[in-house]
T-cell receptor, first 112, second 111 residues
Framework: ELKVEQNPLFLSMQEGKNYTIYCNYSTTSDRLYWYRQDPGKSLESLFV?????AVKQEGRLMASLDTKARLSTLHITAAVHDLSATYFC????????????FGKGTKLSVKP | DAMVIQNPRYQVTQFGKPVTLSCSQT?????MYWYQQKSSQAPKLLFHYYDKDFNNEADTPDNFQSRRPNTSFCFLDIRSPGLGDAAMYLC??????????FGPGTRLTVT
């Protein structure tokens, strides 16, 4: 059974600081996704990581994937208040139907 | 430009009164999913359609049903909503199980 663990679950950081969110998964998967969710809103796709060593960056966020370690990271550089949200990683269960298994999410709060 | 549309955005229903949530898509994707997300939890897959084939998750209660009359539309029916069914319901689509595109969600309140 595929399991996805994220840590930390809660993260309070000051503006301007750097931090990393970790996502571990238990079995081989060919796709890993990062989503952002604002309170009361739907999921916004941030990154799709498809291969070992993949690195993608958008603004202050950078995601990477190590399929051998079954680990993905979401690195936040010089955090700003607008990044406050809940971040989910999700791993594809495989096959053509693409069922996603989500981590529990990391609630990020960036304080001035 | 909306790609995955959910209606209504907010739904209030009474305990035990059947309710239907709607999802439509303009992407012509063959896979459509329904997720339930309770407060401060991760989304949980209820079921999905691969083309016309319905796939139910093992732990989805019988109270939840779905219909997909054509490629563009998918419905979530809750036959007898309980207080524990209050949640955000998210519809998503994908082409052949690749990247999923989520709709804005329907917030369901049960009184």
């Amino acid at each position: 059974e595929l399991k996805v663990e994220q840590n930390p679950l809660f993260l309070s950081m000051q503006e301007g600081k750097n931090y990393t969110i970790y996502c571990n998964y238990s079995t081989t998967s060919d796709r890993l996704y990062w989503y952002r969710q604002d309170p009361g809103k739907s999921l916004e796709s941030l990154f799709v990581l498809l291969s070992n060593g993949a690195v993608k960056q958008e603004g202050r966020l950078m995601a990477s994937l190590d399929t051998k370690a079954r680990l993905s990271t979401l690195h936040i550089t010089a955090a700003v208040h607008d990044l406050s949200a809940t971040y989910f990683c999700a791993v594809s269960g495989g096959g053509s139907q693409g069922n996603l298994i989500f981590g529990k999410g990391t609630k990020l709060s960036v304080k001035p | 430009d909306a790609m995955v549309i959910q209606n209504p955005r907010y739904q209030v229903t009474q305990f035990g009164k059947p309710v239907t949530l709607s999802c439509s898509q303009t992407l012509n994707h063959n896979v459509m999913y329904w997720y339930q997300q309770k407060s401060s939890q991760a989304p949980k897959l209820l079921f999905h359609y691969y083309d016309k084939d319905f796939n139910n998750e093992a732990d989805t209660p019988d109270n939840f049903q779905s219909r997909r009359p054509n490629t563009s539309f998918c419905f979530l029916d809750i036959r007898s909503p309980g207080l524990g069914d209050a949640a955000m319901y998210l519809c998503a689509t994908s082409r052949e199980g690749y990247e999923q595109y989520f709709g804005p969600g329907t917030r369901l309140t049960v009184t």
